[in-house]
């Protein structure tokens, strides 16, 4: 299984991105997707994550402004970001938690990131 995140870039302060993650491969199910991001020097962060029935989890300097959604039937999450801010920039990643068949157990697979640079 492979994710692959894409729609980064840079956009000025304010302004929106869409970012999504496509899973490929074999895939039976998938459980809990989530964006990610690290900025220089920093620690990777949880940005927000969507389990497969639908339910998101903000972090608090997200949320507002960020909206997580997947569409199972092409294995592809998304995050919309509006009213970006200068520290909004960062790799962001994508991970999920994948099943390639209904006896395995979930596998966590990240993909590799897209940067999203938010300037003034």
């Known amino acids: 299984v492979q994710l692959q995140a894409s729609g980064g870039g840079l956009v000025q302060i304010g302004g929106s991105l869409r970012l999504s993650c496509a899973a490929s491969?074999?895939?039976?199910?998938?459980?809990?997707m989530g964006w990610y991001r690290q900025a220089p020097g920093k620690q990777r962060e949880l940005v927000a994550h969507i389990t497969s029935g639908g339910t998101t989890t903000y972090a608090d300097s997200v949320k507002g402004r960020f909206t997580i959604s997947r569409d199972d039937a092409k294995n592809t999450m998304y995050l919309q970001m509006d009213s970006l801010k200068p520290e909004d920039t960062a790799v962001y990643y994508c991970?999920?938690?994948?099943?390639?068949?209904?006896?395995?157990?979930?596998?966590?697979?990240w993909g590799p990131g897209t940067l999203v640079t938010v300037s003034s």
């Open positions: 491969g074999s895939i039976f199910r998938i459980n809990t």
């Open positions: 991970n999920a938690a994948v099943l390639a068949t209904w006896w395995s157990s979930p596998l966590v697979t």
